[in-house]
């Protein structure tokens, strides 16, 4: 069965405070994993892919990437608009194995 | 372009009743997929439909859940005489193949009250 974990559960940030976010997973035949943004409320707001280890992917502030193990999400001088839960998932065949999620709390 | 939409945003319902929530895919999306998100607890996925093929029902709780997507396109999914440890936020994905797997759209959810 696929798992993942995501740490911390949560993390509160100074404004510029750069920090990362892991999601370590177990899953036969990766697919992809995937990282999504979540606001209260709201749905899930994709955000990257990541197909194979050693790939890297940046959307602003953020940058994801993936070893054979585990994915870190790194947060570069955040700004209090960053504040969401991160939710990493994999995909071993067509569905989405979601870890719990990482509340990121950043502070003017 | 328009993203997923679910209808209604809110539903609240008396424990025993039955209640319909619906997904409209994202236009072209051959994928569709239901999931639930409980308090406190992370997405957990319900049924999976593909083009015309059988639907995977794998994680349906329970036999008063069942779902239906017609023409291809808009889904219902069903949950009949509804129980407290129903009540959660349902989310439809959709989704197109890409080279290296399904990335998938959400909606904004129904959040599902049984009192």
């Known amino acids: 069965e696929d798992q993942v974990t995501q740490s911390p559960e949560a993390l509160r940030l100074q404004e510029g405070e750069s920090s990362s976010l892991n999601c370590s997973y177990t899953?036969?035949?990766?697919?992809?994993l995937f990282w999504y943004r979540q606001d209260p409320g709201k749905g899930p707001e994709f955000l990257f892919t990541?197909?194979?280890a050693g790939e890297e992917k940046e959307k602003e502030r953020l940058k994801a990437t993936l070893t054979k193990k585990e994915s870190f999400l790194h947060i570069t001088a955040p700004k209090p608009e960053d504040s969401a839960t991160y939710l990493c998932?994999?995909?071993?065949?067509?569905?989405?194995?979601f870890g719990a999620g990482t509340t990121v709390t950043v502070r003017a | 372009g328009a993203g997923v939409s679910q209808s209604p945003s809110n539903k609240v319902t008396e424990k025993g009743k039955d209640v319909e929530l619906r997904c409209d895919p994202i236009?072209?999306?051959?994928?569709l997929y239901w999931y639930r998100q409980s308090l406190g607890q992370g997405l957990e996925f319900l049924i999976y439909?593909?083009?015309?093929?059988?639907?995977?029902k794998s994680g349906l709780p329970s036999d008063r859940f069942s779902a239906e997507r017609t023409g291809g396109s808009v889904s219902t999914l069903t949950i009949q005489r509804t129980q407290q440890e129903d009540s959660a936020v349902y989310l439809c994905?959709?989704?197109?193949?890409?080279?290296?797997?399904?990335?998938?759209?959400f909606g904004p959810g129904t959040r599902l009250t049984v009192t």
């Open positions: 994905a959709s989704s197109i193949r890409t080279s290296g797997g399904y990335e998938q759209y």
């Open positions: 899953v036969s035949g990766l697919r992809g």
């Open positions: 990541l197909y194979s």
């Open positions: 998932a994999v995909q071993a065949d067509y569905k989405l194995s």
């Open positions: 236009s072209g999306h051959t994928a």
């Open positions: 439909f593909q083009g015309n093929s059988a639907p995977d």
